[in-house]
């Protein structure tokens, strides 16, 4: 069963932090442990097509030790998230078969993963999956790589705001990153202390956000305000910000002016109010360290399944431990939003901050593009 292998590993979809501290365990983890060569794919599936790949040896990265690649923000093996689509599956899997893998290791979000997860259907290859998205919406898997520094770098943000915010009186509205899914935003509000936290999943009226401005002001004196909007957030009546670009992807971006124009126009300016859109700042960076011990984790248990031969599998983390579940039961039930009955929104409710209006229906995914 532990014959030597060559195997191969790919970063596919948007970036984030950790993605490296997993390529690093892959390659320490097959090389040391189990004498394995490991090629990595350049620019996910597209490597493939290509028929590219670079030899990562334990030398090559210098693993000893407290090396770069634990702690650097991105992927050494670069990353697309408008790749290959299903219409390319035999060419993919044939550069597969033409770099003679034995089997592929696949860091990913859910558009990843379920288009592995459909190739994986026609056969013919050896995938593993590994979750990573700073939006932490793949299913079953309580943590994605990526998320936590995503939202200790918002924390971050909305700590530094909060005293410019105090020294001119300001509304701070913070736009997140996120999609469909408000973890981002709900985590680093709840985090960073806002007074306001709008998620995709709980529709918001302005009648509501500025009844709790007016609310801090009159009732605490309070008079700056911290809002944090998921760029997916939608009003009561279906307001968003979202377009679609010339590739024909569903786009999300405008939602912090859109909050903070309507905010000033239902108060009548009398209150004023300041965007921060962190934007990519949110996937770059240095990974936390819970974002390396889960990449490690994760990227170590990848290549025990792997050792194993036991394929179509994804490593996720659940009640504090990696465990590994069939990729359909990932993609079937990806991505997940949160919970509006869930503990994190009753909290956030239970320490007085505005966070929509009580018991609407979540309101319907955007649609996603499989990459
Ligand atoms: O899925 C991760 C994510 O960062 C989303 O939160 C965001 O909407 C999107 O990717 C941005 O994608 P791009 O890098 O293509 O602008």
């Known amino acids: 069963m532990n014959q030597q292998k060559r195997l191969g590993i790919l970063t596919s979809g948007g970036d ?12 320490s ?3 040391l442990t189990y004498g394995w060569e490991v090629l990595g794919i350049p620019y996910a599936t597209q490597g493939l097509l290509d028929r590219k790949a670079v030899a990562l040896t334990v030398h090559g990265l210098d693993l000893r030790g407290i090396d770069p690649l634990l702690s650097t923000g991105g992927t050494i093996l670069g990353s697309i998230n408008r790749g290959p689509t299903e219409a390319h599956a035999d060419e993919i899997i044939a550069g597969y078969h033409a770099l003679e893998l034995d089997a592929l290791i696949c860091i990913g979000g859910d558009g990843s993963l379920a288009l592995l997860s459909k190739l994986a259907k026609q056969g013919g290859w050896n995938v593993v999956g590994i979750p990573k998205t700073i939006d932490n919406d793949v299913a079953v898997t309580d943590r994605s790589i990526g998320f936590d520094t995503a939202v200790n770098t918002l924390v971050d943000a909305l700590h530094k705001l909060s005293y410019t915010a105090a020294s001119h009186d300001r509304v701070m509205v913070v736009e997140t990153m996120g999609r469909d899914a408000g973890h981002l935003a709900l985590h680093a509000g709840i985090a960073g202390g806002a007074d306001v936290i709008l998620i995709p999943e709980i529709p918001y009226t302005f009648d509501g956000v500025c009844q709790q401005i007016e609310e801090l002001r009159e009732r605490w004196g309070h008079k ?16 968003s910000r979202q377009y679609t670009d010339a590739q024909g992807e569903v786009r999300l971006r405008g939602i ?5 124009d309507e905010i000033c126009r239902h108060t009548h300016n009398a209150v004023e109010a ?15 360290a819970f974002d390396r011990v889960l990449a490690s984790v994760f990227g170590k248990t990848a290549v025990d399944l792997v050792a194993r031969e036991s394929y179509g599998r994804v490593v996720v983390w659940k009640n504090g431990r990696a465990v590994d579940v069939s990729i359909d039961e990932v993609c079937d039930r990806s991505p997940t939003c949160v919970d509006p009955q869930g503990c994190l929104v009753q909290t956030a409710r239970g320490l007085g901050i505005y966070i929509g209006e009580l018991g609407i229906p979540a309101v319907t995914p955007l649609v996603r593009t499989a990459v």
């Open 29 to 31: 983890h097959a090389t």
């Open 16 to 27: 984030c932090p950790g993605l490296n501290a997993a390529i690093r365990a892959v390659v």
């Open 274 to 288: 300041r965007v921060t859109v962190l934007g990519h700042v949110q996937r770059g960076g240095i990974p936390s």
């Open 256 to 260: 912090g002016d859109y909050v903070s």
């Open 224 to 239: 700056f305000a911290l809002v944090v909007v998921a760029e997916g957030a939608k009003t009561l009546s279906g307001e």
